[in-house]
Structures are given as C-alpha cells and as structure tokens.
C-alpha cells in the first residue's frame, strides 16, 4: 500500500520517471505475469460469450423439449439438459450475461460513490469523518450478504436492487481505502501550493488529489469486482439476487440443486464450474494488477 | 492515554457502533417494508384486517417509541415475538446461534492450525513451486462462493463415494461424535474460504519477519535455524494473522446463511434467510442484531489482543 507514494511528487523522483513510462513498465509486467495472463483470458472469454453467446449456441437458453429431459451429456446435448428439457450447455453460455451486467454495474457506483465519499472524508477530518466513519463501521459491522438480504427483502428483488445495494455497500469499504490515501496525501506541499493559491476545495480534491491515488482506486476496484460477483451469485443462489426466467448461473443452481440427490449431476456441475472459473478469473486478474501497483 | 482509558475508549467505541447498528437493523425491519400488516396478510386482504393487526403489532405508534419498546426489550433479553410462530423469538435466536457456533467451532479448528501451517510453509519456501501451488490455490479456495464448493463436495463425497452425509443435521438424539461427523461436510466450505486469508496472512507476516533485522541479529548471533524460527520469527509473523481470524468472522456469519442453507442446518444463518423470506420482521431484526453484536465483539477482542501482544504498540497512540 504505501508503493504509490513513490508516484507523489513529494517523493525524491527516481530520475525523471513519466507516468507514462510507469504505466508501459507496469503493463509489461503484468504480460510476464502467468496468473495474471490466464485470468485474463478467462475473464474476456466471459464476457465474449455474455455478448455474442445467444447468436453461437445450439439451442435456446428458454427451449423446452419435453421429450428429452433430464438426458446425460452426449453428442448433441454437449452438458445433458435439465428437467425441462432445455439444453444445459446452451444455458450455461448464455447464462454469462446477467452476471456481468449486474457485477460491473454494482462495482463501478461503488468506486464512484466511495471514491466521492473518502475524498470527502479525508479532506475534511474533524466532525464529519468522525461522524461518517462511525456509520461505516455500523454498516460494515454486518455481512455484505446479511444486509443485502435485509434490504432486497424489504425492497423486492431486482437487478437494480441488487445493484444498488451492493454498489452502496461497497461504496463504504472503497471510501475507507479512499480516505486512508487521501490522509497520505493532503499534507503534502503540492496541496498546500493548491491552498495557497485559492483553489476551491473541490479542484483541490478532484484534479489536484485524485490523480495521485489512482492506483490504489484501481487495486480496490479489481478486488471489489470480485467480491461484487461472489456476491451476485450466492444472492442468486438463494433466490433473492437475478430472477427468473434468466439462465444465470447462481439461480440455476438453486433451481437444480436438489436433482443431484437423484444423480442428474449435470444439471448442476457445470453452472458450478462456470463461476468457479470467472471468479477465479477475475481474481488472478486483480491479483495481478496489485502486485503490479504495489511493487 | 493509560491502558485503561484506551480499553475505555474502545469499548464506548464499540457501544456507539452497536447503537448506530441498532438504528440501521430497526429502519430496515420497520421502515423500509412500508405496511407490515399488508405485507402478511397479503394484498388482498381487508383493509380493517389489516389495521387491526397494525394494532396488535404495534406498528401503528410512533417510530421513536417503537424503537424505544424494541431496543429496550433486546438489551433485556427480550426480542419480541415471531410473526411467523406467534411466539417468542429469543428461544429460537439462542438454539440457532448454538448450532451455529458448533458448525463455525469445527471449520475454524480445522482451518486455524492448517491456515498457518500453510503460510508458514509457503514463507520458508517463498518463491519456489510450493510457495506458488500454496498462494494460487489458497486464493481460488476462497473467491470461490461457498455454495459452488459445497456442491462440488457434495457430489464427490455424498453421491460419488458416499462417505459423508448430504445434509448438516444428525438424526434427533445423535451423540457429538455424530454431530461432529454430519458437520465435517457442511464446514468444507467454510475451511475453502478461510483457508486462503489466513495462510496468505500468515505468508505475509512471517516474510516479514524473516527480513527483518531482529531476525538477522539473531541469526548472526549463531543461533540455529529452528530456534530462529520458533523464538523470534513465529511471534511476529502470527500477529496480523489474529486480525485477519477476528474479521473473517464477519464474513464467515455470512457464509453460514449460504452453507447452512445448501446442507440444510438450523442456525443462524439460515433462521436470518427464512424469517426474511417469511417477512418475519421481529426475528429477521433479532436475527441481525445478534450477528452484527457478536462481529462487533469479536473485532474489539482482537484489536485488544493484538495491541496487548504487539510490543510495538502502545494503546492510543495516534490514529
């Protein structure tokens, strides 16, 4: 965590070091990186298939075929089909898409809202961060899921929901690692100059600041998209997260779980398998990106 | 600050935290559904009926007063009544917490010993193919949710090997050793997600400790290997460890919902998931406010331990 202070320009600057040249060097680092190379391309596979999946599948994600359900792998349906007879493989694919909609959409407002939240908070000490911080640590003080749970229960499951309260909730974890780094940065002399010349707060904080503690805003956001699909998925999973009729991955689980009992395995192993690799994905990538920025 | 004023000032901390928990736990039981009768009578209930059971409930008098009854009795012991089952909620709230802590005791003696052990391992051999297996598979265990890893499990040791039950409860009357056996599959999930944090901690804290300059004092010193080690790395390396057990804690109460839910265990997890589906807005609130006090324990006792064992630290220092 303290690597990006070598970005400030308070820091001795190791002979002339362009942040364009910080970012090549990074960048080429992180193509040796193995893990980092792999999670990546899990990652853009994911996404490739959330976008074109439906147009390259063989059946339907919604196609009944009463006639064949419940039928093992085999030659034309590559992951057996359900007890709908709707195609396992076909759903898997295409089940991609919900998930990283709603994921991204819910990481993005919580590095924006928390980002706004800890600039705030960190610039302005005294009362107010002492006040907002108690609040956080109230909030925090209960699992993502429990109050997820709490909130989608009163308000009635949606994506947006989902969304919304996982953005909100991520905002106050992002506005922590925020304000830390604006603590590192506001007495600094290039804030002071700032001051000096009668730059309004809000410049201050956002062109003056900002840019100096991009990186760890990066490292948290990577690390929240993970969190923030680990999320989606176990809410989807109790029913309370992406709804029907959607083939997502987490509530197709819950649909099928109690088949396995039964041996239909299939209907189950793959949606499992499927977020297995795009959680682990994403978290190669991040891991990446923060052993990148923190060396 | 004096040792006591510290341990004072974070125990005020703490109540403070509770009591804004309390507020947000309230908002989202009362506030936040709107009309309680109507969400339990349905939407085609008679508006009479449903008044009338407003009244009964209560939820027609003030919010501040109603906050008052509500807080007043939790601090008592006395968590109100369950919709559901017309009867009192805290008999319920304490069986599920004891299941609970049984199920979180197993997966956390599994996983404490291993998790160090592991990080330990991986730091003596930082950087080689052990180290790297260790780290890789220790990170994927724990991004992965828990209910993906218990299906997985579940198939391989229920329905393929038939070695472990599919479900967390033992027959009625089932001794501990029993209880122990019908508990080792449902706590998998739960030792996957820990696993990870606490060997990756563990990792961190002992490298750090290796490079140190006590730790080449005392190698230069001429003691041997293990006793470098054992004397004056592993107490270093620990500490942040002890952070990372005491947080995890939260996020392991969430993972019981998930996991108690998937094995079908009666705990707290599960009691939180089924009065929310059930509207059930006494117990949910109980349910949380248990949760969100033992988290919030937890976490003082540790930053007390910690800062008790950390020389380096002492009690209120600058923030």
Redesign the interface.
Known sequence: MSAHAADSPAAPAPAMETPKRIWRERSAMLLRSA?FVVGMLILIFWVLMAIIGPWIVPYGADDTDLLNTLTPPAADHWFGTDQFGRDVFSRVIVGSRDILIVAPLATLLGTLVGTVLGLVTGYARGLTDDVVS??V??????????LA???I???GASNATVIIVIGLSFGLVVGRTVRAAVLGERDLDYVAAANLRGERPAYILFVEILPNILPPILVETTVRL?YAI?TV??LS????GIQPPSPDW?LS?SQN?GL??G?F?WT??FY?LA??SL??G???TA?GVQSVIDA | MGLYRAIFYRLVLAVVTLLLLSVIVFAGCQILPGDVGRAILGPFADARAVQALNHQLGIDRPLLVQYWSWISGMVRGNMGMSYTYRAPVAPFVIHAVLNSMKLAAIAFILVVPLGILGGVVAALKANSWIDRTIVIAGLSATVVPEFVSGIVFIMVFSIWLHILPLTGTAPRGAGPVTQIYYLLMPSIPLFMILFGYIARMARAGMIEALHSDYTRTAVLKGLSRRQVIWRHVMRNALLPTITVIATQCGYLIGGLVVVETLFNYHGIGSLIFSAAKAKDFPMLAAGILVIGTVYVTVNLIADLLYSALNPRISFGGSR
């Open positions: 893990p108690r609040i640590e109230a909030f925090l003080a209960l699992p993502l899921l429990i749970m709490l909130v229960t009163a308000l993970g680990f998925a176990s999973f109790l029913g309370l987490g689980i779980y396995i009992g041996g395995w189950v192993l499992a977020i297995g959680v682990v994403v978290n190669l891991d």
